[in-house]
T-cell receptor, first 117, second 114 residues
Framework: GAVVSQHPSWVICKSGTSVKIECRSL??????MFWYRQFPKQSLMLMAT?????????EQGVEKDKFLINHASLTLSTLTVTSAHPEDSSFYIC?????????????FGEGSRLTVL | AQSVTQLGSHVSVSEGALVLLRCNYS??????LFWYVQYPNQGLQLLLK??????LVKGINGFEAEFKKSETSFHLTKPSAHMSDAAEYFC????????????FGKGTTLSVSS
């Protein structure tokens, strides 16, 4: 079964509104989670690293004021797209490493498809 | 810094034919390498991974990959393609430390025809 769960799977919103996407680790604690963005027919681009109890680390070119990340607990990270515009339409995927072992493997959520009208 | 190059954005094979998806990596430290598969509008599922030890790794659904340090490659193969293998495949590299993100290649779309 899934070890990382995202919600919602699909969201459609009007331009200018904000949208929150949740990422939960199931049955394990994740002090770190990663948020990726994927445009159609393209690869996954790392947006930011979500750290429990501290500020997120954003990749170069990602607007931290637009993509707000909050790692509120050891099992929940949220991504809020503020004042969304059509160019923010994309597939957002979160991931988390298992706390045991050191293989670098990540488990991915099911993804959230955002469409901004 | 790490990077991944997947040669061929689209590979087409007939059902029953050999599947070969190419991946080359660049890493300043010994890499941990992964192949993930993605079906439309879904997240990623791990096919297989190389961390240390045996360089030929076997994964799910009959896939395998061989780590070749001298060629900085980690090509994915399957002896006989099945229609259900049609999907997007991503090669990724990690430094292997806990809490490190994966760097992905651009992906290869595999089409399987009957």
């Amino acid at each position: 079964g899934a070890v990382v769960s995202q919600h919602p799977s699909w969201v459609i919103c009007k331009s200018g509104t904000s949208v929150k996407i949740e990422c939960r680790s199931l049955d394990f604690q994740a002090t770190t989670m990663f948020w990726y963005r994927q445009f159609p027919k393209q690869s996954l681009m790392l947006m930011a690293t979500s750290n429990e109890g501290s500020k997120a680390t954003y990749e170069q070119g990602v607007e931290k004021d637009k993509f707000l990340i909050n790692h509120a607990s050891l099992t929940l990270s949220t991504l809020t797209v503020t004042s969304a515009h059509p160019e923010d339409s994309s597939f957002y995927i979160c991931s988390a490493p298992l706390p045991t072992g050191n293989t670098g493997e990540l488990f991915f959520g099911e993804g959230s498809r955002l469409t901004v009208l | 810094a790490q990077s991944v190059t997947q040669l061929g954005s689209h590979v087409s094979v007939s059902e029953g034919a050999l599947v070969l998806l190419r991946c080359n990596y660049s890493s300043s430290v010994p890499p941990y390498l992964f192949w993930y598969v993605q079906y439309p509008n879904q997240g990623l599922q791990l096919l297989l991974k190389y961390t240390t030890g045996a360089t030929l790794v076997k994964g799910i659904n009959g896939f395998e990959a061989e780590f070749k340090k001298s060629e900085t490659s980690f090509h994915l193969t399957k002896p006989s393609a099945h229609m259900s293998d049609a999907a997007e495949y991503f090669c990724a590299v990690s430094v292997g430390q806990a809490g490190t993100a994966l760097i992905f290649g651009k992906g290869t779309t595999l089409s399987v025809s009957s």
